[in-house]
């Protein structure tokens, strides 16, 4: 079984900066892409930003030049660095694995509020 986690939410002003982290956990041969993922309240969840084990990244165009992508191999961990936050990116933001043999695998999301 694996587990994956997120963790680094909570409230920020607006231009502040938070970092959300990504933990995957358990019986997992190796992680493939993992991409961050948000969800607003009555929106659709849309995707924010991704890292290969390669370490390419992409990135959504609402997000481009604020937010950077990067990930730790052995500790299977990612991290997702926010600053120049915005009212707009208020948003739950989930973490998805999909392992090197195209398992996927979600976590539980992890609540970001942009409030002055």
């Known amino acids: 079984q694996v587990q994956v986690g997120e963790s680094g939410g909570g409230l920020v002003q607006p231009g502040g900066s938070l970092r959300l982290s990504c933990a995957a956990s358990?019986?997992?041969?190796?992680?493939?892409?993992t991409g961050w993922y948000r969800q607003a309240p009555g929106k659709q969840r849309e995707w924010v930003a991704s890292?290969?084990?390669?370490?390419?990244?992409t990135y959504a165009d609402s997000v481009k030049g604020r937010f950077t992508i990067s990930r730790d191999n052995a500790k299977n961990t990612v991290w997702l660095q926010m600053n120049s936050l915005k009212f707009e990116d208020t948003a739950v933001y989930y973490c998805?694995?999909?392992?090197?043999?195209?398992?996927?695998?979600w976590g539980q999301g992890t609540q970001v509020t942009v409030s002055s």
């Open positions: 358990g019986s997992i041969s190796s992680v493939g892409s």
């Open positions: 890292i290969t084990s390669g370490g390419s990244t």
């Open positions: 998805r694995v999909v392992t090197q043999t195209g398992l996927i695998y």
